[in-house]
């Protein structure tokens, strides 16, 4: 049972950890751009998307298709670059656990 009990003050010192680490994230951002940095989109680490920054060039009301494209492209690269911040900051609890969706 002393085994049992050390287990569980483990798991309840990584649980606190990992809450910290989650809080942390929201502080953290990312910034990622489309179309050479017409477009620039930053995100925090919880995936809010906190800023997007479009050009003037970039604006053609005769191709408003193009634009679109390059705000979801930047989006898209935002997202992705919080997914791997997230697995970076979160990944050193879980490593070796098999708990996908956790974050």
Do not use: C, H, W
Not at 2 to 12: E, F, P, R, S
């Amino acid at each position: 049972m002393k085994n049992m009990g050390q287990m569980m003050k483990q798991v309840q010192k990584m649980q606190k950890q990992m809450m910290q680490a989650q809080e942390e994230l929201k502080e953290k951002t990312v910034e990622a751009t489309a179309g050479g940095g017409m477009v620039t989109v930053v995100a925090s680490g919880d995936k809010r998307i906190l800023d997007i920054k479009i050009s003037e060039e970039v604006v053609d009301p005769d191709d408003v298709d193009m634009l679109q494209d390059l705000v979801l492209a930047a989006m898209n690269e935002a997202l992705k670059k919080v997914d791997e911040l997230v697995e970076q900051d979160m990944g050193k609890y879980t490593k070796g656990m098999n708990m996908p969706g956790l974050f």
